[in-house]
């Protein structure tokens, strides 16, 4: 069981490393000091008691079960329960969403397949939308230069 301790989190690196992850791999994932992750782990480090981020209240000890640490989570946080399996999932398809490409993605998930990495790219409507927008943006403000060549028109557009 991976047990996520205060020295685990780099805030001067800015890392969370992952001794234990999924598969027993280890990873260091990075955060963004503008974001509320940030914001949290530093305050964990800060003032809680334990050498643990996320400690049992009953022990002081890590939780023995991820999930179990999830719940006990959301349930303080006063959310409905969610998986670890949803936030994966979000986490890949908000990377994908906000622009990350893929091999990117699938370092940060530590995906040795790329394939596996593929589960989480799939496009969403306005995605579509924005890239049909980005292409007419991109057409309107090119720069045509026409030749006739033979028979042939060749365009350039830069």
């Not at 690196?13 to 955060?31: E, Q, T, Y």
């Amino acid at each position: 069981m991976y047990d996520p301790r205060k020295r685990h989190v780099d805030l001067n690196l800015l890392l969370v490393n992952v001794l234990d992850g999924k598969g027993g791999k280890a990873r260091s994932v990075p955060i963004d000091p503008g974001d509320e992750a940030y914001s949290i782990l530093e305050r964990r480090k800060r003032e809680g008691k334990s050498d643990f981020i996320v400690p049992n209240p009953h022990t002081g000890k890590p939780y023995t079960c991820v999930t179990k640490s999830l719940d006990a989570a959301c349930e303080a946080a006063e959310i409905e329960r969610i998986t670890l399996h949803w936030l994966r999932h979000t986490f890949g398809t908000w990377h994908i969403m906000a622009g990350t490409d893929v091999r990117t993605l699938q370092g940060l998930m530590g995906h040795e397949d790329i394939e596996t990495t593929m589960i989480y790219v799939h496009l969403v409507e306005s995605q579509k939308h924005e890239a049909a927008r980005a292409l007419g943006a991109f057409k309107k403000n090119c720069h045509k230069i026409t030749t006739e060549e033979g028979s042939k028109v060749v365009a350039i557009s830069a």
